[in-house]
């Protein structure tokens, strides 16, 4: 199994305020994910990373924010959360990445609930 | 715009028998393919892939057709077995995405025994 971890693993939070979820990788790989997961729309990527400091927007990347300042941490922000962003989040990981046929591995998930 | 789509949202099936799983998509610039299988409160596992460039791809009990013309592809299990039982995505990528993966909604597979 690829070495990714992922915290908190279950989150519990109020409208308004500031989450952030962090994802650690123990594999050196060059990129990150961040995925939601919603029933009815399989996972959906929020933001990615192709390096330290390096990172682009994906298909719901609203009410998002993301930082990298190390290989091995990725992590999510929310900055206000709202009960839409209820979901189960999953970051991956993958070591080739643009340009190349290759497989995302993918942590065991956070489950965060917006009240 | 659903890009990739599992039109199946579960399937129920014998163990010992064949699970095929369909998975459809409009992209034509997608040129791999994907299989993850995911269990209860767990992250999705990679399964199998596939190339543009070919037809079809097998590892074991697990098979992926792609059919081009058709932007289809199934993924196929046999002989199926109970611990199969899992939520099935298909996933595809470009070459120019940085390896992004869009998603299939899943579908449920009950492998019965």
């Known amino acids: 199994d690829a070495g990714i971890t992922q915290s908190p693993r279950h989150k519990v939070t109020e409208t308004g305020t500031p989450v952030t979820l962090r994802c650690h990788q123990t594999?050196?790989?060059?990129?990150m994910y961040w995925y939601r997961q919603d029933p009815g729309h399989g996972l959906r990527l929020i933001h990615y990373?192709?390096?330290?400091?390096?990172?682009d927007k994906g298909e719901v990347s609203d009410g998002y924010s993301v930082s990298r300042s190390k290989t091995e941490d990725f992590l999510l922000t929310l900055e206000s959360a709202t009960s839409s962003q209820t979901s189960v989040y999953f970051c991956?990981?993958?070591?080739?990445?643009?340009?190349?046929?290759?497989?995302?591995?993918f942590g065991p998930g956070t489950r965060l609930t917006v009240l | 715009d659903q890009q990739v789509k599992q039109n199946s949202p579960s399937l129920s099936v014998q163990e010992g028998r064949i699970s095929i799983l369909n998975c459809d998509y409009t992209?034509?610039?997608?040129?791999?393919f994907l299989w993850y299988k995911k269990y209860p409160a767990e992250g999705p596992t990679f399964l199998i892939s596939i190339s543009s460039i070919k037809d079809k791809n097998e590892d074991g009990r697990f098979t992926v057709f792609l059919n081009k013309s058709a932007k289809h592809l199934s993924l196929h299990i046999v002989p199926s077995q109970p611990g199969d039982s899992a939520v099935y995505f298909c996933?595809?990528?470009?070459?120019?995405?940085?390896?992004?993966?869009?998603f299939g909604q899943g579908t449920i597979l009950t492998v019965h025994p």
């Open positions: 991956a990981i993958s070591e080739l990445g643009a340009g190349m046929q290759d497989t995302q591995y």
């Open positions: 992209n034509s610039m997608f040129d791999y």
């Open positions: 996933a595809a990528s470009t070459r120019t995405s940085y390896g992004k993966l869009t």
């Open positions: 990373s192709y390096g330290v400091k390096d990172t």
């Open positions: 594999e050196n790989h060059r990129y």
